[in-house]
């Protein structure tokens, strides 16, 4: 089964980057990287995605090593609302009937302190 | 546009008691899942369905069905709850084809007790 490695929780200051960690070592050539976030109760939401390069939009950017087998999830300027469970995510499978079929471990804990 | 739209959000059963989650969209996405959420833990996939008249099981399909008649309802039903089946329960939908393939949109969840 494709796996991630994740911290199980960090700090970050308000205001300050958030930077959150995952290896994903295992991942194909032609498979995404995806990071979803669970806040408090709240059904999990996408954030960003990639494959090689990296990415941004307006909720965080996405930093891809050269050999795909770890990224980096930034928040530029974290917030007390960004305070949520980050998934990072490697599909299990490419294409075909697993889309969607996304296998959700357990996440960093982000904490995001006044 | 509602999203996905899950009904409903609290419920409590007996056991040996039957019961259906409901789960509706209405982007038109051919991709529905169920996921269920336990403490401390992360989300695990019950069933899933391409399509209209097209379902599959996920990681923990025991002890639950489902149907997709419409491309827009994907029910789940609890035959017989268990406490075991005591859980946080998600829908999630997305489209099937499209960049990214695997964005999943989800419902704000159904908190079920078994007693």
């Known amino acids: 089964d494709a796996k991630t490695t994740q911290p199980p929780s960090m700090d970050c200051a308000e205001g300050r980057a958030a930077n959150l960690p995952c290896n994903h070592s295992?991942?194909?050539?032609?498979?995404?990287v995806y990071w979803y976030r669970q806040i408090h109760s709240q059904g999990p939401q996408y954030i960003i995605h990639?494959?090689?390069n990296n990415e941004t939009n307006e909720m965080a950017s996405l930093i891809i090593t050269e050999d795909r087998k770890s990224s980096t999830l930034i928040l530029p300027h974290a917030t007390l609302r960004d305070t949520a469970v980050y998934y990072c995510?490697?599909?299990?499978?490419?294409?075909?009937?697993?889309?969607?079929?996304?296998?959700f471990g357990q996440g960093t804990i982000l904490t995001v302190h006044p | 546009n509602a999203g996905v739209t899950q009904t409903p959000k609290f419920q409590v059963l007996k056991t040996g008691q039957s019961m259906t989650l409901q789960c509706a969209q209405d982007?038109?996405?051919?991709?529905m899942s169920w996921y269920r959420q336990d403490p401390g833990m992360g989300l695990r996939l019950i069933h899933y369905?391409?399509?209209?008249?097209?379902?599959d099981q996920g990681e923990v399909p025991n002890g639950y069905n489902v149907s997709r008649s419409t491309t827009e309802d994907f029910p789940l039903r609890l035959l017989s709850a268990a406490p075991s089946q005591t859980s946080v329960y998600f829908c999630?939908?997305?489209?099937?084809?499209?960049?990214?393939?695997?964005?999943?949109?989800f419902g704000s969840g159904t908190q079920l007790s078994v007693l």
């Open positions: 999630a939908s997305s489209y099937s084809f499209g960049d990214p393939p695997r964005k999943l949109f």
């Open positions: 295992t991942i194909s050539g032609n498979e995404y």
């Open positions: 990639g494959l090689k």
């Open positions: 995510i490697d599909p299990a499978n490419a294409g075909g009937t697993s889309y969607g079929k996304l296998t």
């Open positions: 982007m038109n996405h051919e991709y």
């Open positions: 369905s391409v399509g209209a008249g097209i379902t």
